[in-house]
T-cell receptor, first 116, second 112 residues
Framework: NAGVMQNPRHLVRRRGQEARLRCSPM?????VYWYRQLPEEGLKFMVY????????ESGMPKERFSAEFPKEGPSILRIQQVVRGDSAAYFC??????????????FGEGSRLTVL | GNSVTQMEGPVTLSEEAFLTINCTYT??????LFWYVQYPGEGLQLLLK?????DKGSNKGFEATYRKETTSFHLEKGSVQVSDSAVYFC???????????FGSGTQLTVLP
């Protein structure tokens, strides 16, 4: 049973370019979360999605960032016109349906974005 | 607001030493509490959890007890190994939101 799959593992972009990060949740999981880890810091919540719905995007920057989780295919975190401050590790996590009380998340290995 | 305060690192210990990493939280209600571990170059893995007051989570020799009166969930291990070298994150889930709130992480290095 494959875990949470993220790609690419490493991505280098120049300022002004777009970055797209993909996440396939564990089999049977319908909830996806994106977290950002800046250098030397902990993880900060960005967005929580279910299939075709954004449930909580309270941690998403207001501009340039967007996320989706379509009916078919992986979840996508999109960063437009990247700046150096976007350099970070972006972690995706998933959880099965109906686990509202426990809160255990299953994390991918992360996508490390470097903006030159 | 909701937050987790975690002992700052880095922490360096010799093999077989005793480990304590302090964690306290500020949250409404009675959250579920977690310790996650991140090995170099990898994602986070759940180490242990506790879902109600006085519960003790344990795994791989690590333990943490949910202390409601002190809002704490300190991580302990009696005898650390070199392979325990990693970053440890304390986190909680309040139940009213699906997201986890994480501490800033504690880097542990165990020397042979």
């Amino acid at each position: 049973n494959a875990g949470v799959m993220q790609n690419p593992r490493h991505l280098v972009r120049r300022r002004g370019q777009e970055a797209r990060l993909r996440c396939s949740p564990m089999k049977g999981h319908s909830h996806v979360y994106w977290y950002r880890q800046l250098p030397e810091e902990g993880l900060k919540f960005m967005v929580y999605l279910q299939k075709e719905n954004i449930i909580d995007e309270s941690g998403m920057p207001k501009e340039r960032f967007s996320a989706e989780f379509p009916k078919e295919g992986p979840s996508i975190l999109r960063i437009q016109q990247v700046v150096r401050g976007d350099s970070a590790a972006y972690f995706c996590a998933s959880s099965p349906p109906g686990t509202g009380g426990d809160g255990e998340l299953f994390f991918g290995e992360g996508s490390r974005l470097t903006v030159l | 607001g909701n937050s987790v305060t975690q002992m700052e690192g880095p922490v360096t210990l010799s093999e077989e030493a005793f480990l304590t990493i302090n964690c306290t939280y500020t949250a409404t209600g009675y959250p579920s509490l977690f310790w996650y571990v991140q090995y170099p170059g990898e994602g986070l893995q759940l180490l242990l959890k506790a879902t109600k007051a006085d519960d003790k989570g344990s795994n791989k020799g690590f333990e943490a007890t949910y202390r409601k009166e002190t809002t704490s969930f300190h991580l302990e291990k009696g005898s650390v190994q070199v392979s325990d070298s990693a970053v440890y994150f304390c986190a909680f889930h309040s139940g009213s939101a699906r997201q986890l709130t994480f501490g800033s992480g504690t880097q542990l290095t165990v020397l042979p």
